[in-house]
């Protein structure tokens, strides 16, 4: 008897839950780059209705950084399993563009970072490599950083409620008695050395200050730098930054090192994400097994692979865009194996 009561007792709240309503989110807003609305318990997913267009949205908050200049109309419903649909919100209006513009022209002269902006703001975040300063001037003094370090600059433009883009992203080298600093690429394939022709010829380096590498890797002769080209070999690809300390000062190298006979390459190593679709890496691998995926909080519910290329989920990218609004970028690795030696190359995806 009390198994059958317990019975229709649960048959009974199943009924019931299958019957109630989920809550509606009753107000949209918009915070920076994204439309946002409250959280509604028990659903599990939205439908959001924007200008007469049906979008699915796995959260509570959907990117329109990447929406076209236009007058927009959204209204969002709740939907989750084992309830009805919500009704749907009040309509929202708002217009883009809603994000201000971008601080241009980034430069940096006697340690006094400088940018221009021409349109109305309350400040301006400057992002210094994982710290934050905020200033209400287009110039921001470096002077205060410590040396022989490297940054990664960006700023961003405030305004009441609303950010800006972010600018564009420079590199800072703050090193004592700089003398140059050189940027280039090397092709691992060139069987060639690395020359780097100069007006003086009387540089010489100080090998007491240059441990990580030998005179047989790398010499002056006359007017040119020369790297020895085995000196890359054992180099891994991407960006590489090597410092030379001279006669005239420091020298840095910035090297993006890659080797065009490498087969296991992203054919698209830059990659910009499409709201809702997932993304399709393809890689040239050959006789190498490609075996994952790492990098930026992904796991192995976040991609599929196959023999020669990746599908990474766009829950997985929107998810860790929005950990972030000034995040532009997530890096990631394929994993490969080649006769028991496992190596990672790099792909980028961008922000919409």
């Known amino acids: 008897m009390k198994k059958s009561i317990l019975i229709f007792l649960l048959l009974f709240l199943a009924s019931c839950s299958a019957h109630t309503t989920l809550d509606y989110p009753q107000i949209l807003t ?41 007058s927009y109309n959204a209204k969002v419903k709740a939907v989750g399993q084992g309830f009805k649909d919500s009704l749907f919100s009040p309509i929202y209006s708002f217009t883009i563009p809603n994000l201000l513009p971008e601080p241009t022209n980034l430069r940096i002269i ?13 400040f301006f975040t400057v992002y ?9 001037k287009t110039y921001f003094d470096l002077s205060f950083l410590p040396e022989n370090m490297k940054y990664e600059i960006y700023i961003i433009a405030n305004l009441e409620n609303e950010v800006s883009k972010a600018s564009k992203l420079i590199d800072y080298f703050p090193y004592e008695n700089l003398f140059m600093i050189k940027k280039d690429v ?6 060639n050395n690395y020359i780097l022709e100069l007006e003086i010829s009387d540089l010489t380096f100080d090998w007491e200050k240059n441990s990580d590498f030998s005179s047989q890797d790398i010499f002056v002769q006359d007017n040119k730098i020369i790297i020895e080209n085995s000196y890359f070999q ?57 075996i994952g995926i790492s990098g930026s909080q992904i796991s192995s519910y976040d991609y599929k692979l196959s023999k020669d290329s990746v599908i990474i989920n766009y829950e997985y990218i929107e998810r860790i865009f929005n950990i972030s609004l000034t995040r532009q970028t997530i890096i990631l690795a ?17 922000r919409p």
């Not at 006697?110 to 309350?122: A, G, H, I, R, V």
């Not at 054992?234 to 090297?255: A, D, H, M, Q, R």
């Open 110 to 122: 006697e340690k006094q970072l400088m940018w221009d902006y021409s349109f109305s703001y309350d």
């Open 234 to 290: 054992e180099k891994e690809y991407g960006k590489n930054v090597l410092l030379i300390t001279s006669s005239y000062g420091l020298i840095i190298f910035v090297l993006d090192i890659y080797d065009s006979r490498n087969p296991s390459v992203a054919l698209s190593p830059y990659n910009r994400h499409q709201i809702g679709i997932d993304l399709i890496v393809n890689f040239n691998i050959y006789d190498k097994e490609l």
């Open 128 to 136: 210094l490599n994982d710290e934050l300063y905020e200033t209400d």
């Open 334 to 350: 394929a994993r490969f194996k080649y006769n028991d030696e496992f190596f990672e190359i790099p792909f980028y995806i961008n």
């Open 30 to 70: 918009i915070e920076g780059e994204f439309l946002v609305w409250p959280a509604i318990n028990g659903a599990d997913y939205y439908v959001l209705i924007l200008n007469n267009e049906e979008i699915v949205v796995m959260s509570n908050e959907f990117l329109i950084s990447n929406l076209a200049d236009d």
């Open 186 to 191: 090397f092709n691992k394939a060139n069987k």
